[in-house]
């Protein structure tokens, strides 16, 4: 059975392991022993911490195959992004040049750097090994976090965030930075990928150019990747697409890949879910549900085939699936279709 829990302290070989294969681009899991123990630590540290607004928190999960131990993928939420490190990005927008006496109007397009996601819940860090992306597990190891968030809502902020990896070749490569390293930085992609992903973020502030960026100014490879995805992003992008989330015009100031958000309250799995209690009984046939438990420090949650009705109060779930969420008859659990 696969099952997301907490990530814990033994996890760390498995975690390294992960980092080395996400590869070029993926800032939240830089190979880097410290920082990655440290992500842990902090993981573990948000968990048992008393909680009534969002601030610092990280929490991160690990999917893990009950019947081998084998650890297949992983995901995570930051609580409040941009309080303890700035958080930046660019935000495409226009300008008017126009004039009436030459009979001139001309929209252009801008990237402008900012910090107006401060405070917003940011999801991150989802990788699916690949030799384990199977039938579900995808979309359990994305969406499984809407339900957390829908149950432990005072740990969240209402705007609900995640950056998608951006346009990049295998060697790491962006066409995006390419121009901004040619016109301000003497580093490569995967250098500032990996200095902002162990939170080495001040030459953001001392050599990102400071004032708007006309587009067309850029080369043509550069706008051309300016709020698209990397190749092995697009389901992941579809999916938060199928819950409701949307683009704002907001990009990753490396790659350029879009920032899409939405609203917890308007996020499908959160807004559909349910909070039902348990029943320990054999079930045959039903529909896919993702169910977790209610029990933050001690977090699982699976999928499995359910008979829900619209006015139940109680759900039934089979003893081997209710022993890996760790719940008993009379426990609560949330879940949504899946």
């Not at 880097?32 to 123990?37: A, F, I």
């Not at 004039?99 to 910090?115: E, F, M, P, Q």
């Not at 001392?206 to 080369?219: A, G, Q, R």
């Not at 039934?316 to 008993?328: C, G, K, R, T, W």
């Amino acid at each position: 059975m696969m099952v997301i829990r907490p990530i814990r302290a033994a996890d760390f070989p498995v975690l390294y392991e992960m980092a080395v294969e996400s590869g070029h681009g993926f800032t939240s899991l830089p190979v880097n022993d410290e920082l990655l123990q440290r992500k842990i630590k902090r993981s573990e540290q948000s968990f048992r911490k008393a909680v009534s607004t969002p601030c610092d928190e990280g929490y991160l999960f690990v999917l893990e195959d009950t019947a081998t131990g084998e650890i297949c993928g992983t995901s995570a939420i930051e609580a409040a992004v941009g309080l303890d490190d700035a958080f930046y990005n660019y935000h495409l927008g226009k300008v008017v040049h126009t004039s009436r006496a030459l009979g001139v109007y001309k929209t252009v397009d801008i990237l402008t750097l900012c910090n107006d996601y401060t405070g917003a819940t940011e999801l991150c860090t989802l990788f699916l090994r690949e030799h384990r992306r199977e039938k579900n597990s995808g979309k359990m190891l994305s969406r499984f976090r809407f339900l957390f968030m829908a149950e432990f809502r005072e740990r969240f902020s209402d705007r609900i965030i995640a950056e998608m990896r951006g346009v990049s070749d295998d060697n790491g490569n962006s066409p995006f930075w390419e121009w901004l390293q040619e016109h301000f930085f003497s580093v490569d992609f995967p250098t500032a990928d990996y200095l902002t992903g162990i939170g080495q973020k001040v030459f953001i502030a001392e050599l990102m150019p400071k004032y708007p960026i006309y587009v067309s100014l850029l080369s043509k490879e550069a706008q051309a990747v300016i709020g698209k995805v990397h190749e092995k992003t697009r389901p992941a992008l579809q999916l938060l697409q199928s819950e409701g989330f949307s683009t704002t015009g907001y990009v990753d100031i490396f790659d350029a890949g879009p920032t899409v958000e939405a609203k917890l309250e308007h996020i499908r799995t959160a807004r559909n879910s349910r909070r039902l209690q348990v029943r320990i009984a054999p079930v045959s046939g039903g529909q896919p549900y993702l169910v977790c438990n209610t029990d933050r420090e001690n977090f699982r949650a699976s999928w499995t085939h359910l008979h829900v009705a619209e006015t139940a109060t109680e759900v039934n779930l089979p003893a081997e699936f209710a022993e890996a969420l760790q719940v008993s008859d009379g426990d609560w659990v949330r879940l949504a279709r899946l």
